[in-house]
């Protein structure tokens, strides 16, 4: 048996869990070991350095967090002296005794992984070119030319008594009491190898052949724990005799807690090779090179070795003026093992034991390899022919696809054990590659190129299907803890919300949101019935099956993979399949309700509405940076919107839940942007306030529709969540009906045939480039991105201008300036003709009883309602207007707008008085009350927020102590 067939017989006892604690990466250790399973054991004493190099290096330490968030915007200067004070804080922490007999252990463990390399590269050739290649040194290395047992068991001993030393290190069973192994992206969601690593140190060696220099090969966490030991163990067979190792995470110094050694090998002249994942922006490798040049190593002896998934090689703008060595895409040793040759060897002996009696493989043809992806492993489908004792002549479609290496790679096929018939069928698993059936329906798919339609038969996979799948995973892969808590610092689900969350504070957000923030949502999303959870659960990733059922593909892909966000809570997957198309550009309004009662009924499970957000708010984002390092317009455009409804969902379940009676009244007309929203979060929102102000006009009778310049779509988003009435988009060239959603567009048929005037190609033809809004179809949305931050600004007015003095432009747009986009607004149409059109149709004579605008496009409508308001935020134009201003800004305006209307604050009667709602839902209400407050009210609501989050930790059942 198999390092991987061995992880595998393994996790079918249990559940796997690869967040693995450090008793459990002790124990599986000692036991692959001795079980002569040098690559898993070579594996788990890499994770176990890390963990303790981690915690010893205080990588989860708040102070660090807190540099790191900052380092994201804040003053090069400032974070540049931040970090340095980090690295004097850590080297001194490390000088302190307890710290200090930790550290020693764990250089003594760490040169005990170096030989688990070395041994688990036993059998790897090396180079032929005698040029090129050499023995290693027998004094050096005494175990790596010596295949003798007792050498092995040499080696388990002295690991035994590691671990037996590790238990007896005083501090050390509190000090690594939280801390979990953080699996490498490397190994377990790229496609690396370990010979990957013996290719590059043939590079390096054939650049730097001498091999009496000095090297020191330095490893970024978390990939570079593997992946350094493993190029240093393939230089020394090739016969390099100082070859330190050493591992460090971004901001960190090149050895924490060893500047000896650095000083020395500076002296000496080392050669200072820096190892990491494929990279995306390669600002890692690029920074530590320069922290390298800073400690006093030759520029030109710093290298980074490195593979790219792209199949020529080319590097991130930040690597090119560094002496790379590179193992490009069409090199990796994943592309020899499903190659043809491989597979026909692996169906050859797979195949004959699952075919039915007397029938034989005659031959394979194996499709295509794509290219290398950050998104899926690859994989190739394969079409077996087969024949039975009657000749006749059966084809049978597979895929096989790479997984991981070792105990990594075993995690696919032990899940598909346990989720049997929910998952496509497995037909064997060797050495990293597992090999299924295709389904009939679909015989060519590939999980490399995953579809964004939903699935080829036009059917998508129902509610009740997805909960299905759902509760079996929390059910059938039950943990016993959520040890997503135990990972600070590492990007978990409830860290990634409290990042979307952290805008409310403005600059504050810097310093509230590790102090503030992480604990509360730590606590909003921490799971009282933890299983290992699927985390890529988008509704295309279901297939039909053939037979009327639907088989979930991607099914150990998302889990401890390369964007971290590890959850526990089967609701998070939940939350993934969330977004159901009715067609591009309309969402079903009851697809969350439908999805929430399918897992209620599976689970008994009620989902609060406050924890429904924030996953949701989680889960859009994550299919954002799914789509590659530059989404598209139209992907940061669904990201927002889903977001939004995301929100939106929940004031209204606790604001507007509860009335069900349509009012019948007169009409109300409100702007959105600036009025009942804002885009604070990244993304419009509303706040306590305005969803407060809503319910008012509701409980007391009156219609509310808005009207903006927000495309149909997203006036379709609120009016389903918000239960409006109706809704004017794109400045009145549109109607959005708020029954069923369909829009109605109030262009003359001359106007739409005149389209847009090639306006969109103007735009991009701009230095810089302008980016238009996708869902907006007859008003053109434009925006320039900021290339430090990526965010949205108007166009320059002078830009305007020389676009409007074209010709048919300016004959068929005026604009209307805003914060965030200059909008093109079809000439002829304004909100006013669109607002008198919708109240038509409402069967609502005369002017709305309240109107509340804030900008130009709002002064006709203001002044044809027969009251009038305008926040505290307005332009100069609405103010000129004679336009009464309220008090207060944004949703509190409108909140004053709305009490002058029926007569007191809402809120401020029994009849509109909102229901007090749980405590999870009241903290989530604070954080998005921050806003509204503006400067001088938000000191009263942080604290107000502060002492709300202790007493939601204080109640919660699955309350813990604060991360580390």
Known sequence: MNDAQTAAADGARAPVDLHLAVPELTDRLLGRAAGGQWLDAFLLSAGLVQVVEDVLQGTAWRPRRLVEHLAKGGPPAVVGAARAGLRTATGLWLAVPPAHRLHAWCRRMAALRDRLALRALRDAPVADDPGTAGPASPAMHPDTNDPDADRDAALCAELRAAVDELARLPGARRLFSDAVQRPPACFRSFDQHPQDCVALARLVHARHPNRHRPVLVLGVRTSGSYLAPLLAAQLRRLGHRAVTVGTTRPGAALLPGRPAAVRDLRRRGALVLLVDDPPVTGGSLANLAALAVHDGFDPAAIVPVLATLDDAGALPPALRGLPCVTLPGRDWHVRTLLSPRALASLLASLLPALLPPGRRLLDLSVGPQGPLSRRAHLAVTCAARTAGPDGAV?????????????YFGAYAPTVAGVLSGLVPRQLGFADGVLLRALPPTRPTEDPAQEPPDGPPTGRSVPPAEVARYVAARRRLLAVPADRSLRLAGRDPVWEAAARQLAPAFGRLHTVLRPTLLDPLTRTLLASDRPCVTDGLTARHRWTADGAGGWYKTGYADGAFGH?????????????????????????????????????????????????????RLVQARHAAVQDGLTPSERTRADARRAQARAVQRFLADVYLADLDEEPRGPCCVLDVDGVLEYDVLGFPVSSPAGALALRALRAHGYRTVIATGRSAPEVADRCAAYRLAGGVAEYGAVLVDAATGGAEVLLDDGRRLAGDGGLPE????????????????????????????????????????????????????????????????????????GARALLTRLGADGPPAL??????????????????????????????????????????????????????????????????????????????????????GAPLRLARLAAQAARTAATSPTHRGPGR
């Open 394 to 406: 059966e084809s049978l479609p597979l895929l096989a696809e790479w997984t991981g290496v070792g």
């Open 563 to 615: 964007l971290n966000l590890a959850s526990y809570d089967a609701a998070y997957d939940l939350a993934g399949a969330a977004e159901r198309p009715d067609g591009p550009d309309r969402p079903r309004a009851d697809g969350d309700a439908e999805l929430l009662a399918a897992y209620r009924r599976a689970t008994g499970e009620e989902v609060s509405a406050a924890r429904w957000c924030l996953l």
């Open 762 to 833: 103007r735009l991009g033809s701009l230095d810089p480039p302008a980016v238009t809004d996708p869902l907006a179809r007859w008003c053109v949305r434009a925006s320039v991105r900021a290339p430090q931050d990526g965010r949205r600004h108007a166009l320059p007015p002078e830009a305007v201008a020389a676009l409007l003095d074209e010709a048919p432009i300016g004959e068929l747009f005026t604009t209307v300036p805003g914060r965030a986009q200059t909008d093109f607004v079809p000439r002829g149409t304004g909100k006013l003709a």
């Open 851 to 936: 109107a509340v605008g804030d900008g130009i496009a709002d002064v006709e409508l203001l002044g044809w309602a027969s009251l009038a308001a305008a926040p505290a935020n307005a332009e100069p134009p609405v103010r000129a207007a004679g336009v009464p201003v309220t008090r207060h800004a944004f949703q509190a305006g409108l909140t004053d707008a709305v009490g002058r209307l029926i007569g007191h604050r809402p809120g401020g009667c029994p009849r509109c008085r909102a229901p007090r709602p749980p405590a999870d839902a009241r903290a989530l209400l604070a954080v998005l009350a921050v806003p509204e407050a503006g400067r001088t």
